[in-house]
């Protein structure tokens, strides 16, 4: 058997699991990230979580093949760079893989942490099959994230900014968006805009059954509630993730015709709406689609739920251990 180390770096914690090569997490570990502390901190903490789990796992470092590394922001993978990270503010041109390759004495991997989460979608999870090698998945949560597998392997782009999915423009002049243009996917799809396009409706006095909820706590109406509200058939609630589905839907046609995946894999809060959201993007997707050339692409659920930045991490690392 072969063990990978995973490292799923986040802004408010460390995740670390030994995982083997089908993708099974023997043993995990979490600690704080402490990143207002910077890099170097942010590096020893990364550095005891890895010696943690590891000996939890009742090994040693010499027992893991590889150790794949997820860090949010662009990422220079080959060169194993943290270009920037939203979350870990001062971080630039971070050197971080051969950093963590020599403190932890193993060879090292590098990746964008979305694009490591769809890269073990891809080896474990729902497009795991020899037969799915192009897939794109997007994560619904406060924003959009995203991360695209092509021919088995991630797409990084020039500068380690591809996949940004949340950001191509569904909506011409449409809504203002943190990145400066108008219209991304992101401000119509996230589960957080989706809440905020039901509260402007709610303030307008709309009648709908979550005025209510609205009235006595406006951040209590999250997607959740809405897709609730919507299984009870309330118009408003309905109306709303439809919007969501819709803009969806032409985002994964315009990747569709760039592309030609075999499969979308949604992941993230909002997804776990399962089948009331996807046959909403379903419907919108057909009726939107181009018929002329229909490549039986299909709409999915992502499952390795929680563990899937950990084992996206460990799967980077499999897969640099393949490719030796
Ligand atoms: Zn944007």
Known sequence: ??????????????????????????????????????????????VDAANTVVSAAEMSLKDITY??????????????????????????????????????????????????????EYWV????????????????????GSGIVLNGQIVQGTCGY???????????????????????LETYSSASRTAVRACELLAKG??????????????????????DAAANGDELATDVIDQTA???????????RILDPQMFVFAGGMALAGDALI???NSHFEAQNWHAAPNGVTLNIAKLGNDAGLIGAAAIAWDANRND
Request: charged share 15%.
């Open 1 to 46: 058997m072969t063990y990978f180390l995973g490292i799923d770096l986040g802004g408010t914690n460390i995740k670390t699991g030994v995982i083997d090569d089908t993708g099974k997490v023997i043993r995990k570990h979490s600690q704080p990230t402490e990143a207002k502390y910077g890099a170097d901190r942010v590096l020893k903490n990364m």
């Open 67 to 120: 150790i794949g590394i997820g860090s949010p922001g662009p990422v220079d993978a080959e060169n194993g760079i943290v270009i920037s990270s939203p979350n870990l503010s001062g971080w630039s041109n971070y050197p971080m893989r051969n950093l963590i390759a020599q403190a932890l004495g193993r060879p090292t991997v590098l990746a964008n942490d979305a694009n490591a989460a769809a890269f073990g």
């Open 125 to 144: 999870g729902v497009g795991a099959s020899p037969d799915i090698q192009n897939l794109i998945m997007i994560t619904l949560g406060t924003g959009v």
């Open 162 to 184: 591809a996949a940004e999915i949340g950001h191509m423009i569904v909506q011409p002049d449409g809504r203002e968006c943190g990145c400066g243009q108008r219209g991304c």
């Open 206 to 227: 709309k009648p709908s059954s979550l005025q209510e909820i609205y009235k006595s706590d406006p951040q209590q109406v999250t997607a959740k509630v809405i897709f």
């Open 246 to 256: 819709y803009y969806l839907a032409l985002a994964c046609i315009n990747l569709t």
């Open 279 to 281: 046959s909403r993007i």
